[in-house]
């Protein structure tokens, strides 16, 4: 995915492969099974060029790492002592970003004034 999100526009199992190549020796076939899984998963869209396919990430790097975030969270049995857990173990650049972006949501407003307002047939009891 980091080469996928670092071209920044739908890339060839070639451009791949020849990417990562300047770093380490990789087999063709390696690379296209790896954007094909990601492609099974979701991760990826394609679509087909010639005989080859064009791959582009399906979401941002960000949108990612929170979706991850979240799952673990969702995932613990106490995600109060999770959290308490993981802000632990930030740095303090990490905690710096982490109170910009408090803030920003903060500016936003709080999470149930960003819902959108229930349809004409549904009322607030039938949320």
């Known amino acids: 995915m980091t080469r996928v999100w670092e071209w920044n526009r739908p890339v060839t199992v070639r451009e791949v492969l020849e990417d990562l190549r300047q770093d380490r ?15 099974q998963k979701g991760w990826v869209r394609r679509e087909q060029e ?4 064009r791959y582009e990430a399906v979401s941002t790097r960000a949108a990612y790492s ?8 969702s995932e613990s049995d106490n995600p109060a002592a999770a959290l308490v ?3 632990g173990m ?3 650049e990490q905690t710096e970003a982490l109170r910009d972006a408090l803030r920003v949501t903060a500016l936003d407003g709080s999470r149930e004034s ?4 229930p349809g004409p047939e549904e009322g607030p009891s039938q949320r």
């Open 25 to 39: 020796s990789i087999a063709y076939t390696t690379v296209m099974t790896v954007l094909d899984n990601l492609h």
């Open 66 to 73: 929170a979706a991850l975030m979240n799952d673990a969270w």
């Open 90 to 92: 930030m740095s303090a």
């Open 85 to 87: 857990a993981f802000f």
């Open 114 to 117: 960003r819902e959108p307002p």
């Open 50 to 53: 010639g005989r080859a396919y």
